[in-house]
Nanobody, 126 residues
């Protein structure tokens, strides 16, 4: 049974930093792509960052480029999202996902993923 468990969310002031982690079990970690997504109240879920394990290729949504970094620790089966210079608009529930149906071009599309965690809340205040 595949399980993804996010942690590391919290409340932070604008300009601050957080590091999210996703613990993976029951899934071949170093295969295909995994991603981070977020969903704010009243908005659709959007892809934030994705990483491919074979070539360590990454993709980011434009709004987080230069501020967020996705990485992975294959030995510990952890996926990370380092978030710096957080902005009010980064406030959302953040989810990790695995089991992408497709390649890098689809890696930020929520509908392409099979497995999801329960989410961790990130709240940025002024």
């Amino acid at each position: 049974q595949v399980q993804l468990v996010e942690s590391g969310g919290g409340s932070v002031q604008a300009g601050g930093s957080l590091r999210l982690a996703c613990a993976v079990s029951g899934y071949t970690f170093n295969r295909g792509y995994m991603g981070w997504f977020r969903q704010a109240p009243g908005k659709e879920r959007e892809g934030v960052a994705a990483i491919g394990f074979v070539a360590s290729s990454t993709r980011y949504v434009d709004s987080v480029k230069g501020r967020f970094t996705i990485s992975q620790d294959a030995a510990k089966k952890l996926l990370y999202l380092e978030m710096n210079n957080l902005k009010l608009e980064d406030t959302a529930m953040y989810y990790c996902a695995a089991g992408l149906n497709g390649g890098l071009a689809n890696a930020l599309s929520p509908g392409r993923y099979t497995y999801w965690g329960q989410g961790t809340q990130v709240t940025v205040s002024s």
